[in-house]
C-alpha cells in the first residue's frame, strides 16, 4: 500500500505507506532519514505533520552544522 501526499497536502518529500499492519511516514534528505509510525487508526496526515514538524525542528537546530 503506497500513498503520494505530495499532491493533495503540500508535504512536498513526505511519503506513505503500509508495513507489518503499521502506517509508516518517511522523509529522506541527504544522509538523514525519519520515520514515524502509527497504527492503521491514525491518520496518516497526522503522521505527516509530526514528521515535518521533527524534520523542520532538527533543521533549525542543526542549521550551522549539517545540512538536513
Known amino acids: 500500500?503506497?500513498?503520494?501526499?505530495?499532491?493533495s497536502?503540500?508535504?512536498e518529500q513526505t511519503e506513505v505507506?503500509?508495513?507489518d499492519g503499521f502506517i509508516v511516514v518517511y522523509r529522506s534528505n541527504m544522509d538523514v532519514s525519519l520515520f514515524v509510525m502509527g497504527?492503521?487508526?491514525v491518520n496518516e496526515l497526522?503522521?505527516?505533520?509530526?514528521?515535518?514538524?521533527?524534520f523542520d525542528s532538527?533543521?533549525?537546530l542543526?542549521?550551522?552544522r549539517c545540512t538536513i
Open 1 to 7: 500500500h503506497y500513498t503520494d501526499l505530495r499532491a
Open 9 to 11: 497536502t503540500g508535504f
Open 17 to 19: 505507506t503500509m508495513i
Open 39 to 41: 497504527s492503521p487508526e
Open 46 to 54: 497526522q503522521l505527516a505533520a509530526v514528521l515535518e514538524t521533527i
Open 58 to 60: 532538527m533543521g533549525d
Open 62 to 64: 542543526l542549521k550551522y
